[in-house]
């Protein structure tokens, strides 16, 4: 039977010119069924991925090879099945036989799934890799017409989500033979020893992994308590050191807590171990006869606000342990925005108390203990604790630093402690405990906060310098309805007159400027200082109730590296745009990240050119949405949207993609609407725009409903499109004529460019829901005003989108007034020639003169500081019932 299977494969190659093994050799035994991927250079580069099934290797030929990040579908055509001797093949396929080319032993290892026959048949194979390299569970799905037994055998490798995934991360980049070490040039040349044997060998084994290479593990039922390498878990504790533990009558009130040192990277060695830094408020646990409390680190008594908590600590015995209440969201990550809003709720029952230190255990001072000997004794203590008690132990990491961290990081955790193994405790900032962040964070004191409209916009920040508070910038973005619901009342509460900030940079009251006194605490993220020491693109993590602002210190303004090789040193008079580009990271693989996103292969060009012969690359695209994000998203956040992805550039496949799928950054949201299963696209923060952006996401096309309301119009879109031929001058006037007309019916209206030849002109409405005005309605008094326009002047606009009628006029296209039609957004980019941008101008702007094409994602980000377009956008929406009674509706 293998014989047969193995029939093509031998009549494809002639065995006294190429090295290849015929299936002759004997293969040992192994414990589980094996694979192995082989890197092969031939007429195009690929990557072979052969799987152990009765007796003979199931082949695939992966084209782009495979990727650990999920969102990534790799097509894998089925090839012939090759015979499991294969799998020590490394070497060159001489030229004019079959498969030409170099081959390396890229990666091998052990397999496993539970029906692998079934799956097989089925075209929707589920298995599990136990590699050097890859990891973790997978999936080859038959492509839909290929299901039936056709002629394709094309299927698709994707990777599942789980603990081995990794979003961004090449895998690929791993690019040595895990069989003898070698490169491809080495291997083509004959260099170096061959690989050592493996299907052939004897007493096969499961290989164990590398450190660097373990699942990273939660024994916290959380992301937050990962492990690079197992901690020894064992009920001998080391023999304590006697003379070191002081006994006391009564355990103290309150231990001043140790505090960490800020450092660009994690502190590294064998002297060194690592714990994830939690994103929550340090509290330290003190229970002592039959009573607790949980104090802050300012010794607050905060017992009740955290009942859950407390009673669960009842049950310890006697002890004084150092700690940090923590928010989960619903993917198990700490979440600082949830205990903000769990505080402010009262709803804390679900926070979780994570343990990282025993001060005192009973009447034993444990303070001059090493750090190890301490964090011992609190797993023996806790261990009765149930794994999803409220109360938890914070496993460590013996791993380097460095690795730790980019694990950390791309898990989207805040970033790590490191601590000196044989450390004391000490009250206070010292050197024997480090953290390093993923993203740039601080503590700021609020001085004023700023208001368009009337409607909360920002946040003005500081921190103490000598005598005054020192201005550091505007803090502008991570403000749900939520979270100005919440931090209001506390701003008005501290509401002055006075302005607080003093020194050179002091800003000056303007409209819209309210002041505060110096006494709200916010932890907030950013991406980095300018040279002025101002915080670059500011994010609002929440408010610092834990502390005063006489706590907040300057840290170093640093930008932390993710596992990067130690920084060269370099000449100190770096150029401004160097130091701007500071801001976004490069990771050691060449990926960027951008507001803590990693950006994969961030040089590929997504337009050719920029108009000046540059391209604009996914990196500028991404780079783009931080900058203009707060511009961009109210026009669209609430609202479902659909993206225009062009992944390999703008002239490459384009595609539109409205429904959310699996394996979708969790930054961009998905809502579902009634009339459709599948769940829709919806973005509604800047992040999610960045996220947008590493797919290669190049357009915007929201709904034009109202906010979180599909089934309600939120305005009208009127696309003034031109038939070849047709100056722009005429479109100009078009959108003029048409502003005219909406203004006579009561209703106010905006323009903006389309990135094309044509404009948009836009109506907002308000009161739609009450007025019962539905989407039949709105596009009925569209199509109303349309016509109107186009009877009375025919021989310049028509209503009809035939060809053959449109020469010479306009198309007045009435029909995005639908409840699923999209426009594009305002602030989008356009998948076109030289990335144009949907810009917003005011009606004085639309004249003569007027170049759609200036505006481009080159130039808007400096065009935006000045432009006033749209500035009452909000204040015009209109009720749509007396402009329809006007129509004679």
Known sequence: MTRKKLSVYQTKRDFTKTAEPSGAAKVTRGKLPRFVIQKHDATRLHYDLRLEIDGIFKSWAVTRGPSLDPKDKRLAVEVEDHPLDYGDFEGTIPKGQYGGGTVMLWDRGFWHSDDPAGGLKK????????????????????????????????????????EAAREGEDILDQDRSVASGRTMEQIAQGKGRGPTPFMTAKGNAKPSRSKADRVWQSNQGTAAALRAKSVAKTKTLAK?????????????????????????????????IHEIKFDGYRMQLHIQGGKVHLRTRKGLDWTDKFPAIAKAAAKLPECIIDGEIVALDHEGHPSFASLQAALSDGDTDELIFFAFDLL??????????????RKARLEQLLDRQSKTSVIRYVAHFDTGGDAVLKSACRLALEGIISKRRDALYHSGRTESWTKAKCRAGHEVVIGGWKTTAGKFRSLMVGVPHEDHLAYVGIVGTGYGQAVVKRIMPE??????????????????????????????????????????????????????????????QVDEPVVTPIAEPAPRKTNTKANT??????????????????????????????????????????????????????????????RPCSIIRAPDGIEGEKFFQRHATAGMSNLIDQVRVSGDRKPYIQIDRIEGLVAAAQIGGVEFHPWNCAPNEPDVPGRLVFDLDPAPGVNFTDVITAARDLHDRLSSLGLESFCKTTGGKGLHVVTPLKDAKKDRIDWKAAKAFAQAVCQAMAADAPERYLI??????????IFLDYLRNDRMSTAVAPFSPRGRDFAPVAWPITWA??????????????TVPALVKTSKAWAGYDRAARSLKDAIRKMGG
């Open 845 to 858: 702007q639309a004249r003569t003169g007027l170049d759609p094409l200036k505006f481009t994602l080159r």
């Open 360 to 373: 005192f255990d009973k009447d034993s001072d444990l303070r001059r203990l090493p750090l190890t000997e």
């Open 491 to 552: 701003l008005k509460k501290v509401a002055s007159t006075t302005n607080p900030f003093g020194g050179k940079n002091a800003p000056r009251k303007t409209t819209g400027v309210h002041w505060v006194k110096p006494e709200l605490v916010a932890e907030i993220e950013f991406a980095g200082w300018t040279g002025d020491n101002m915080v670059r693109q500011a994010a609002f993590k929440g408010l610092r109730k834990d502390k005063s602002a006489d706590e907040v």
């Open 577 to 638: 745009k160097t130091r701007a580009k500071a801001a976004t990271r490069t990771s050691s693989s060449g990926n960027a990240v951008v507001m803590g996103l990693t950006i994969s292969k961030p040089d590929k060009p997504l337009w050719p050119d920029d108009g000046k012969g540059e391209p604009v690359t996914k990196l500028d695209l991404a780079r783009y949405m931080e900058t203009m994000g707060e511009y961009l998203l109210p026009h669209i956040e609430g």
């Open 123 to 162: 075209g929707d194979l589920k298995f599990t890799l136990e590699g050097k390299k890859l990891h973790g569970e997978w999936v080859l799905v038959r492509m839909r017409h290929d299901r039936t037994g056709g002629k394709r055998t094309n299927w698709l490798l994707i990777k599942h989500r789980d």
């Open 800 to 809: 009809n989108m035939s060809k053959k009628k449109r020469e010479g006029k």
């Open 240 to 272: 304590p050191v006697q003379a070191a533990v002081r006994k006391v009558d009564h355990l103290p009130e309150f231990i001043a807590p140790q505090l960490c040192k800020s450092v660009a990277r994690p502190s590294d060695g064998a002297d060194w």
